[in-house]
């Protein structure tokens, strides 16, 4: 199919490209910008006008919880949402049942995300065994099968050794290890940020250390390998100082941000909101600007969702006994938006955070409008509004923090290569 795309105002970080332009499309590639090439005739025309063009989004983190935890959400029921905001590429975490530890489960995974034909989805392969932190996990035929890196999820490795084996591995072969820093015994049993807050509601708190103490240990390891790591969801400024002097040292590090920490702070759960029962929690006021002015400075690289669906009757347990996670795919766009309004950033700036450089991070050939780059396309109305409610959301999990919020950024149409996938 042949589509052009009029009128619109196209933004491609990657080519420094912020202006009205057409865009032609053939055979699910990316053919031209600006003129349209000899012989090309059009079998669908898409008038974008007042409307953005951008590279479909990409996400780092995203839960699609198949195989094995259908009654939280199902594959096609994600993929939807993903598509509906306008993020065709995700990457997603193998803490399912079972553990994304096999090759066969991997190429499962592929095989039924490929059927369905929405976004594309990267798996990130179990680093150790069952997540259990002992014995690791077979890296190389994981990758074979596709894996595009290698994650415990929210589970730490205690054992240093084996964390240095990991790197040393990695290293060898160039994979990329995506931790999240939190040090389990301090965090252990807590369910939001140690501040007045959690004091004031009787809550066990995780101290912003957990995450220093966590970090520090990966980063002197990744130093020593020369291993790629990537820091999944940041969340306290300390955390942010200690990411920059890595960068400083020329260290291989990246890392990310959730969404729900830029906009959200440890007095949003003063209700016992359980839709804020995060993981990483919530943290301070000081923490949140912190994030914020490490995302503007460079020092982390990328917004994610941390997209994780949960079933309804697991949010409406007491604070501390609800389950962590908030559905987050269809509100990245959104609040990425609302903060580059926020922070007076601009729309090229912004939409580079959860375009090209995640996709630089997974090493996918996604995030770009280059010609001959697969038409992965977000087509959006960046001043429109619309309201998260458990109707608008196509996500099985309806658990958000920003429900009844009015967000600007409705998502009009979404391709995926080249074919129009969603209209909102």
Known sequence: MKIHIKNGRVIDPKNNIDKKLDLFIAAGKIVALGTA????????????????????LVDLSARLREPGQEYKATLISELQAAVAGGVTSLACQPDTDPVLDEPGLVEMLKHRAKQLNLAHVYPL?????????KILSEMGELRAAGCVGFSQANVAITDTQVLWRAMEY????GFTLFLHAEEPFLA?????HDGEVASRLGLKGIPSAAEALALAAILRIAKETGA?????????????NMIRDAK????????????NQLHLTEHDIAYFDANCHLKPPLRSQRDKEALSAGLKDGTIDAICSDHTPVD????????????????????????TLKWAKQEKIDLLQAIKCVTQVSADILGIPAGDLSVNSNADICIFAADEYWRVSST????????????DLELAGKVKITLVNGQVVYQG
């Not at 608008?392 to 429900?403: I, V």
């Open 188 to 192: 252990k049993d807590g369910v939001a």
């Open 312 to 335: 309804d009757d697991a949010k409406l347990a007491p604070f501390a006994e609800a389950e962590v996670g908030a559905t987050g795919l269809e509100l990245l766009l959104s609040l």
């Open 37 to 56: 090439p000899d012989g090309f005739t059009a079998s669908q025309t898409i008038d974008a006008s007042n409307l953005i063009v951008c590279p479909g």
């Open 125 to 133: 392969g179990a680093l150790t065994r069952q997540l259990e932190g």
């Open 228 to 240: 790629n790591v990537h820091i999944s969801r940041l969340s306290t400024a300390e955390g942010v």
């Open 392 to 403: 608008t959301l196509k996500s099985q999990g309806k658990n958000s923090p920003f429900t």
């Open 170 to 173: 990695a290293a060898t072969f």
């Open 248 to 259: 400083k040292q020329g260290l291989k590090i990246s890392c990310d941000v959730s969404a």
